[in-house]
């Protein structure tokens, strides 16, 4: 027997919890969306927003970690953040997304992300994640400083021709 | 939390895929033998597969195992029950990973997966898709006892035929 054991979050609004299929329409939304850009989107095809979602679950049985969905008190799905380390990334990046513009402006990323940050996960340490950042994305820019992430040039991009940003996350210790 | 079940069969370990699986799942993904199922498929592909194919369980509560020869302890083939949204209804599902062709695995490990679909979780009935130029994947559906039961053409994998199995009400556990 083997299993999800995905630990619940909770900070002062929010919930992150583990992916369930309820939450699959307000994802598969998102993806429709051009603010799903930044993460590989829009895509319309529902089949592979769904072989999508069902990845996110997946990935903690393959790393131990994996991305949580965000939820409001009142159980409203927002959007998913967490760590993430596909094959093909040099490194774990933390990442994050809002799936609506009407929950953007309220702060619930930086919440979410400190309550991570927080978290210890097993088999991952918060300074060895990077987040890669559109320049032009100024609020995910906003939410790296906010983390206390930092520039760094020198790292390496998943693509050559990749012109995001790559910040590197610091020890929870060293930002005190 | 979402628990996966580990089965037995007299040659068979159906159990969790985990991350060891990957290096033969990539190398099935990158060979010739995957092109009946969306491949072939470069490892950044095949990885977000592999996570799906886990993820399966957590969303529907049943998936497709990793199944274990009992003999060498390896990883041979990747066997069960698969809904994606896409599918026209709930499949019993086979691949076998390279190396692992004409020893019956496929339908051992198929029938053990029939058996927890129609007793542990209730399935009535159950269907598998096969493209129509994959005979080895026919042979394992007609071994079962299953019967065509018309097409189905999925947007990416392209035209399949349905292959409905015994009814859970006629099959002897």
């Known amino acids: 027997m083997s299993g999800f054991n995905i630990p619940t979050l909770a900070t002062d609004r929010l919930t992150l919890r583990m992916p369930v299929i309820a939450d699959f329409d307000a994802y598969a939304e998102f993806y429709t969306q051009e603010r799903s850009k930044f993460v590989g989107g829009p895509d319309n095809s529902l089949g592979e927003s769904w072989r999508g979602f069902a990845a996110l679950s997946g990935q903690w049985m393959l790393r131990g970690y994996g991305k949580y969905i965000v939820t409001l008190k009142d159980g409203t799905a927002i959007g998913h953040v967490g760590p993430r380390h596909p094959i093909e990334l040099p490194e774990c990046e933390m990442g994050w997304c809002l799936w609506s513009e009407q929950s953007e402006g309220y702060g619930y990323v930086t919440e979410a992300m400190l309550a991570l940050r927080d978290h210890k996960f097993l088999g991952l340490s918060w300074a060895d994640c990077v987040s890669y950042v559109a320049p032009e994305n100024a609020g995910s820019v906003a939410v790296a400083m906010k983390l206390g992430a930092v520039l760094d040039k020198s790292a390496r991009h998943p693509n050559a021709d990749d012109p995001s940003d790559v910040y590197r996350h610091q020890a929870p210790e060293a930002l005190q | ?173």
């Open chain 2, 1 to 173: 939390m979402t628990s996966i079940p580990t089965l037995i069969t007299d040659r068979l370990v159906l159990r969790a895929l985990k991350a060891d699986d990957f290096p033969a799942f990539a190398e099935f993904y990158a060979s010739d033998r995957s092109k009946f199922i969306g491949g072939p498929a470069t490892e950044t592909q095949a990885w977000r597969f592999l996570a799906c194919e886990i993820g399966h369980w957590a969303l529907r509560g049943y998936g497709r195992w990793a199944v274990e020869e009992i003999s060498t302890g390896q990883f041979c083939g990747l066997i069960g029950l698969w809904f994606p949204l896409d599918w026209p209804e709930p499949e019993i599902g086979w691949d076998l990973m390279n190396g692992y062709e004409g020893k019956g695995y496929a339908t051992e490990a198929a029938l053990a997966a029939r058996t927890h679909a129609y007793t542990t979780l209730g399935w009535t009935t159950a269907i598998s898709l096969v493209a129509p130029e994959n005979h080895g994947s026919r042979s394992v559906a007609q071994r079962m006892g299953a019967s065509r039961d018309g097409d189905f053409t999925h947007e990416k994998f392209g035209p399949t035929e349905i292959w409905r199995h015994v009814p859970a009400n006629q099959v002897v556990v």
